[in-house]
């Protein structure tokens, strides 16, 4: 809001034909990138030092100053020109909360446009006198989003490792969704960029913030190098479950990550975490179908095939419920297995019930034609599996995800 008065201010107070005029010409030459005319023009109509600082701190429609408008366009050699006139408009703002060094960052210029914001910020080639710098490199826009931020939504790594390096901190700080750099890398599957920050700045002490970035590698279904690296790192991540309480290997069993579930699946205390809901890693594996999921987690954790979740289903009673004919064929197939055939859920509900409940004829049918069935098991409105009609079907559907 603060950015729309400034606009107006200018539209209202400036109406004088001549201020106009020099103003479109110079948003022309910092556009074109003009550096010769640019300087000449402020030399010659702006001589006095208040009157041209107050010039170049006027504002496009969009909230940029000069220094965006020349870095938009990637003319580095104009922006520095502009600077050495006018070194706060480093900080300022458009519109959209971004500085100029978003603008570069988003660009992808490292060689010249980001350099040469650096070297200004630092007002020497003395890397010790680091003061603007930092505060550059920290500033947020409007999604919260640093500099750093930027260059790696974009893909523009080369500019990623020039940021870290001048700051390793700002690979921690979370925009508005709560991601950090090192969360957004981690996601990408970056690896050099991960063991910089790993290397510059996760310390022993050093909090992670925002969503976890073991997560993001389970999530981007990463190689076992970037899984290792990150999850070494699981010490400073403050939060190791996501907002529905699922641990990553909850995430890994879902997506039907495979490698991840081999690598996470080695800690058993995991597999027998409850989410938020009450569901284990290994139902959600069954309720996507996931047979090769479903196998390594038992191979890590055989005894998980008896965990129930809130509403005392078995992983046979999760898989009918959700259709997945297959898994059912390998559960019903495998002796050690057998036991889960008949069980009943907290409203006496067996697998068959969930199955017809809600309309899997596949799964229906494998239960039907193996001779363990129980078909007279009664739920607890009095129902056997195949006496349920479609006129209560709908009043005997329960949710299963909170």
């Known amino acids: 809001m603060e950015a729309h008065h400034r606009t107006q201010d200018f539209e209202e107070t400036d109406g004088d034909a001549d201020n106009l005029h020099l103003y479109q ?47 938009s366009s990637g003319h580095a050699e104009l922006a520095a020109e502009i600077l050495q006139q006018h070194k706060p408009l480093l900080l300022e703002k458009n519109f959209e909360g971004d500085t100029a060094l978003h603008i570069a960052a988003k660009s992808g210029d490292i060689d010249t446009t980001t350099n040469t914001l650096l070297r200004e910020a630092r007002g020497t080639t003395n890397v010790e006198n680091n003061g603007d710098v930092l505060t550059l490199l920290r500033m947020k826009n409007n999604e919260e989003n640093t500099a750093l931020h930027e260059a790696l939504i974009q893909g523009h790594q080369s500019i990623a490792k020039c940021l870290i390096e001048a700051d390793p901190t700002i690979s921690l700080y979370t925009n508005k969704e709560q991601k950090s750099p090192l969360y957004l890398v981690a996601e990408q599957g970056l690896v050099e960029i991960v063991k910089l920050i790993k290397e510059k700045a996760v310390e022993k002490n050093t909090k992670i913030q925002g969503k976890s970035p073991l997560f993001a590698t389970i999530l981007g279904r990463q190689k076992k190098e970037v899984l290792k690296i990150i999850s070494n790192m699981e010490a400073n991540i403050l939060n190791s479950k996501d907002e529905k ?13 495979l490698e991840g579930v081999r690598f996470l699946g080695r800690r058993l205390v995991d597999s027998h975490r409850k989410d938020h809901c009450g569901n284990f890693p290994i139902h959600y594996a069954s309720s996507k179908g996931h047979v090769d999921i479903v196998k390594e987690l038992l191979r890590h954790c055989p005894d998980s095939k008896e965990l ?12 009918a419920r959700y259709g997945e004919d297959n898994l059912v064929k390998y559960f019903l197939k495998t002796v050690e297995f057998q036991s889960l055939i008949n069980q009943k859920d907290n409203r006496g509900n067996t697998p068959l019930h969930l199955a017809k409940m809600y309309r899997h004829p596949k ?13 007279k098991v009664l739920n607890d409105r009095g129902m056997t599996a195949l006496g349920i009609s479609e006129s209560t079907l709908e009043t005997s559907i329960i949710s299963w995800v909170c």
């Open 363 to 375: 799964v229906v049918d494998l239960f039907i034609l193996d001779r363990r069935i129980n078909l």
């Open 245 to 257: 309480g699922r641990t990553p290997l909850h995430c890994a069993a879902s997506i039907g990550y």
């Open 25 to 71: 010409q110079l948003y022309s030459y910092a556009t074109h990138g003009n550096t010769n005319r640019f300087h000449d023009t402020i030399e010659k109509k702006l001589q006095d030092p208040n009157a041209r600082v107050q010039f170049l701190s006027r504002r496009s429609p969009q909230n940029n100053t000069f220094v965006h408008i020349a870095v």
């Open 308 to 319: 129930r979740n809130s509403s005392d289903q078995n992983i046979l009673h999760v898989a």
